[in-house]
């Protein structure tokens, strides 16, 4: 049986021995919720994909106390990892490194680098100094499902497949970790997330970015068949481009006439006229650290709410804008381009 425990210090004692016992805890980080195993225990590390039901080709975080841990996972850290770790460790930068041996290829997936940040959540950072190990920890979501950003959520996903969850309230930022591989040139993001862009390039110099990779259709969804990632269970379609609100108004209209329950994750500059609509409105709120804490919690209450369709739009490509686009062309049924 799960239990949702609140974050004291006492409970964070016992999570860390649940993790050296090679169990799982779920425990919050700046970014999402994640679903931790003791890194260096490849039966614990087991437990995670089966908990999650992720296939094992998908390869894990190493999570670690800070760059003064660092070889615990990476069998070497190049002055650029050293000096992006001091300036945005603890916090949302995954690098990519050659592993250390006493990583199980199963947290790697059989590559020979590792994935590994320092979380900058104080209740994930007492976690790790109390089991004195790195954590390999996915997000704590059924895999290809929304990501968590409150115990709740991990709840709906994992009860009665992992011991605990710590429970640390909603997580702050909203949106995963920022991937960067610092073997290319010059390095590339394979995922945006919660370091910026403009960020990274503002400490290193130019950054490339890896597009998303779903296929783009103008007209209407075929679900099915494109593999979705950190999707609702509602079909959403994403709209992007100058007209998107125009098309996304239309499409709302069209399904409400046709008899359909729809629900629209909106920003506030929105929200309004989607409400007058009929449909069902989440508001996102105003800037991106807004929508992006609030996106991942919006598909899951508009989920609660039965809703046939959601729909959203493109937030831009500066700053956090560029995570929140990754995620929602990831997530949705079809993209529709204005
Ligand atoms: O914010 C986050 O990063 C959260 C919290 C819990 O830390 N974790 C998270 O983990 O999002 P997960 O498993 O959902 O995503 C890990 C990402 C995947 O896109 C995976 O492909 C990539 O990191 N990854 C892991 N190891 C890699 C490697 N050796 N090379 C390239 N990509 C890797
Ligand atoms: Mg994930």
Redesign the pocket.
Same mark, same amino acid.
């Given at each position: 049986m799960t239990k949702i425990l609140k974050a004291t210090t006492e409970n964070i004692l016992l999570a860390a021995e649940i993790l050296r016992a090679g169990g799982l805890v779920a425990f919050p980080?700046e /970014?999402?919720?994640?679903l931790g195993a003791n890194a260096l225990d490849e039966e614990a590390v087991k437990k995670i994909f089966a908990a999650k039901e992720r296939p094992a080709a !998908?390869? *894990?975080?190493v999570?670690l106390a800070g760059l003064e841990h660092i070889e615990q996972a990476a069998k070497s850290a190049p002055p650029l990892a050293r000096r992006l770790a001091e300036r945005f460790w603890p916090g949302?930068l995954?690098l990519?490194l050659p592993k250390q041996p006493q990583i199980p290829r199963l947290v /790697?997936?059989g *590559?020979d /680098?590792?994935?590994v $940040?320092a979380?900058a959540h104080p209740v994930a950072l007492s976690l790790l100094r109390a089991a004195g190990t790195p954590i390999a920890?996915?997000?704590?979501n059924r895999f290809g499902h929304t990501?968590p950003t409150a115990a709740r959520h991990v709840w709906d996903d994992l009860k009665d497949r992992i011991e605990i969850i710590l429970d640390g309230g909603a997580t702050p930022l909203g949106v995963?970790?920022t991937?960067l !591989?610092i073997s290319a040139v010059p390095p590339r993001i *394979? $995922?945006p997330?919660?370091v910026t862009r403009e960020m990274l390039e503002d400490e290193i110099g130019k950054v490339a970015v890896i597009e998303s990779s779903r296929q783009v259709e103008a007209g209407l969804p075929s679900p099915g068949l494109l593999e979705k990632h950190y999707a609702p269970r509602a079909q959403m379609i994403f709209f992007k481009g100058e007209e998107a609100r125009r098309a996304m108004l239309a499409r709302a209209r069209e399904a409400l006439a046709a008899g359909q329950t729809v629900g629209v994750l909106a920003m506030d500059e929105d929200a309004e006229i989607f409400e007058e609509t009929g449909a069902v409105v989440y508001r996102l709120g105003g800037g991106l650290d807004s929508v992006a804490s609030r996106i991942y919690d919006g598909m899951r209450r508009l989920d609660a709410d039965s809703v046939a369709l959601i729909l959203c739009r493109d937030a831009g490509e500066s700053g956090l804008g560029l995570a929140i686009r990754d995620r929602l062309t990831r997530a949705a049924s079809a993209v529709v381009e204005t």
């Open positions: 980080t /970014t999402v919720y994640g !998908d390869p *894990l975080i999570h949302p995954t990519i /790697t997936s *590559l /680098t590792v994935a $940040r979380p920890a996915p997000s704590a990501s995963e970790s991937v !591989d *394979l $995922r997330g919660g």
